[in-house]
């Protein structure tokens, strides 16, 4: 149970977010195959090129699951996403319930234009809950940096942080369940070199080394609407024995984190009050000022 709520606090958080089992993964099209990706763009600019679309969309709503395998377990779960504009106010929130020993875990991430929220509300063996809320002062963020409302929160953060924190590859073009995509990978920049988002941390070097950290990123964009239905994150792990020095260092590319988006509708009417979020008399922790370094202001 420790070790599944550390994994939890490590990485849903500072990735993004957050399991049912995946139901398929996306592949390659042989050469020849499917249409060509366009002339001289490469991985980075097919990612902003996303971006810019979703940021123009008046709302998203999907359904999602995921499933993670940290310090050598796996947690399944599922959920869903929204994103709105409002009133001009960009707002998200996601939401998944995890299945773990003492029953279910609850992770939820809302933007509600003032604050940004994590909620992890962890089950225990004794029947206690265990809750833990923070919040960031969007507001601060704002007069603080040069990041706008795509840079915050929901698959537009996502996105701007993997850009910031990844160096990806040209796109190739494939299939996930039967949906035209492009894959584009990206390999983790030295922490020296990404310039805020998922990897400069202020948690230090140390934080970087752990298993919570991918080594690579995998995103599978539809071809028609460029919507990032597939995220898998990997590290390597070092699967040498200790007593073998000989071949020690030797690496095993795995993956750690894997997100899935489907049902997916675009402009469909939301709802304000699913992005409202009320902590009650739950303490809040406040982390405005790691999320200011974290995003290099």
Known sequence: MKTRSCALRLFLPGMVWA??????SATAVPPGQGPEVPSGI????????????????????????????????????SGTYHEARVRG??????????????????FQRVNDAKFLWTHLDLP???????HRVSRVDLQRVKDESKVGPRELAGIPGLLWRLDRAFEFAPPKSGQWQQVPVWLVTGIRRDPEQATGGTVATTQGPKFVETQAVPASVAIALGQDDLFPYRLEFRR?????????????????????????????????PLHPQIFSYSPGELPV?????????????
């Open 124 to 130: 225990s063996l004794s029947g206690e809950r265990q």
């Open 19 to 24: 399991f049912a089992a995946l139901a398929g």
């Open 285 to 297: 922790d406040d982390e405005t000022d790691p999320f200011l370094e974290g995003i290099g202001k």
């Open 236 to 268: 390597h792990r070092d699967t040498t024995p200790e007593g073998d020095a000989s071949e020690r260092g030797r690496d095993e590319d795995r993956p750690i984190l894997v997100v899935e988006f489907y049902e997916v509708e675009f402009e469909s």
């Open 42 to 77: 490469v991985g980075r600019q097919l990612l902003h090129r996303a971006l810019e679309i979703g940021m123009n969309r008046g709302s998203i709503s999907a359904q999602a699951r995921l499933r993670a395998e940290l310090y050598e377990q796996q947690l399944f779960g």
């Open 89 to 106: 106010d960009f707002l998200s929130r996601i939401e998944f319930k995890i299945p773990m020993a003492g029953g279910i875990g609850l």
